[in-house]
């Protein structure tokens, strides 16, 4: 459950995000407590996603305020509203790690590349260091074996978890996972959700998670928010929302998904 | 008489003899350039490149128009231009570095496209994983962009590099002291250019032969020596 | 306004210029045409000849092309005036390049349309003239496009055989005035205008080529 006692980690307050004609967040308010586990469900292109990519930077937006433990994603005293400087953009993505639908491996490099050469390059670590966190990092998603591997010699199950180890290198403190087991062959979206399952127990890390997994949601998360057309109609604990969910379409969307 | 060698035209075949030391010191020449120019290409290209991606309108507006200029004008005329008009602010560089640079210009229009084709074949997760990473922009193209891109666009480099070769005895226009210039030097002090032009043809023969017959290898060992590209 | 005084001769130079290209563009065409149908259809022996005409024209770097032609050949009996030489060389060189654009675009006509027309009992000719080439003329036009404006560059070349184009009205405006800067500025507009005329007028005619319905990927040329 949520401790409201702690300031919100994460604060979107009347976010609004606009492709061209098409709003897909609408006045979207929305707060996340620090070491929360939070599942964002719902239909496909309710806008799930776009949380995500706006609070990595990939995407910006166009009305009200977004902010990280503080930090206005909206530099004050930019050159223009709702611009920001790449510093300042680089000094919120130094809090936040992504795990991808489709991976993202860097095809060029060895798995133990793929994690250690962001620590090298934007932390400033020695590469002895940086191997040695990553070699941990492999070995808790069980793949420490694979390490001199190339991403192309992989199963889309263990590329997906060298992912995780990889954004796990930056020591994130919220960590974003869009979609992550969609891309996959059925068989192999169980070794990606146990090591996500793991990773949920850290008392620390923030989790925000898009998943169409709902058992698995259900087992995760501290809540679970059901998106609709840009907004989130109806949140709660897990128990409440798939149990009991008192919004209708979210009543529909589960009887469809659930089936 | 040319760098300490004589000629001796009795017959085709002793002159071409006699003379071929002194058109091999061209051609250490013409590869000298050859080389210094692509070198520059492949810097400027990718500079350019980079510009032309750039977030900033006016920037990318006038990296793609000073490209465009540079590709559409005549290498001879930019020659003489970079020859004459930079003493005149001051810039004095030798005739070979003069030649040189606008070799590279010329051909950093044509290597920056197919740099543009390459950057645009990495997919976009390549670049959203190296934001949610916080690499820098330099980073991820140094790092991420720039490796992914070398084995796809080294046989189109290489082409330019062989049309690059054929180009370079218009440098003997500027004092160059290529095969070319040589060649022609022989030829106005003997009154016998057959032999000295026709040599030159066929060493240019020669070089594109290898060259295309390398590339062709390149090509077909890339895929597998390469950098597994799915 | 001293520039303003070199436009006259600077225009004659490019009347030149303009001459000497289309003429070397629409011989080499032709020699495109006559070379790359017969390195795909010719018998070993043409379409040998066709592959050495080829490798030996874009072996040999153009410039030597032109000395030897303009210096060499004469010494064996054979000359001809500098233009002629110019567009001779130019052509044979747009010819060599073009060829292999004509063969690239025939060897692209799929397979199966050359088995329908075999299917329909057409000749090898009228396969190739009714066929393949029409199909094949479409795929051609945007590489003939970058080589019409690479001839024209080339085209400057001449200049040091001694004949009064664009380029070198301007080496000679240069000696008398040295305006550099100014001279050689007009100049390279000068080329830059008459690429995007050429680009234009390329663009028209692929244009034009691919109206007919026949080509419905007309939309994204």
Redesign the interface.
Known sequence: MTDNVKPPLIQFAGVTKRFGALTVLDNFNFEVAPGEKVTLIGPSGSGKSTVLRILMTLEPFQEGRLTLAGMDYHEPGAAAPFRASERHLRNIRSHVGMVFQSFNLFPHMSVIRNVAEAPVRVLGLSRDEAQARAVDLLALVGLADKKDHFPSQLSGGQQQRVAIARALAMRPRVLLFDEPTSALDPQLVGEVLAVIRDLAHEHDLTMLLVTHEMRFAREVSDRVCFFDKGQICEQGSPEAIFTAPSHPRTCEFLASVLG | MMYGFTWDTATPLTYAWSILPIILIGLTVTLKAAAAGFAIALVLGLVFAMLRRSRFRSVSWTTACVVEFLRDTPLLVQLFFLYYVLPEYGVTLPAFLTGALALGLQYSAYTSEVYRGGIEAVPRGQWEAATALNLTRMQTYRDIVVPQIVPRILPAMGNYMVAMIKETPVLSVITVLDMMALANMIGERTFEYLVPLTMVGLIFLILTLICSAGLHRLQKVLPKAGIPLR | MQWVSYLPSLAQGALVTAWITLAAIAIGALLAFVAGIARVEGGRIVSTLALCYT??F????????L??FY???P??GISFEPVATGILVLALHVGAYGSEIVRGALASVSVQQVEAARALNFGRWHTLVHVTLPQALIEMLPAFGNLA?ET??????V??ISIADL?FR??SI?NLTLD??GV??L??VG??AM??VL?MVMRLIERLARRGAAFPRAAHS
Do not use: D, H, P
């Open positions: 490798e030996l874009r072996g040999t770097s153009l410039l030597v092309q000395f030897w210096y060499a050949l010494l064996i404006i024209l560059k080339l085209s400057s070349l200049s040091l380029t301007a080496q240069r550099s800067a050689y500025t100049t390279l080329y830059f690429s995007l680009m």
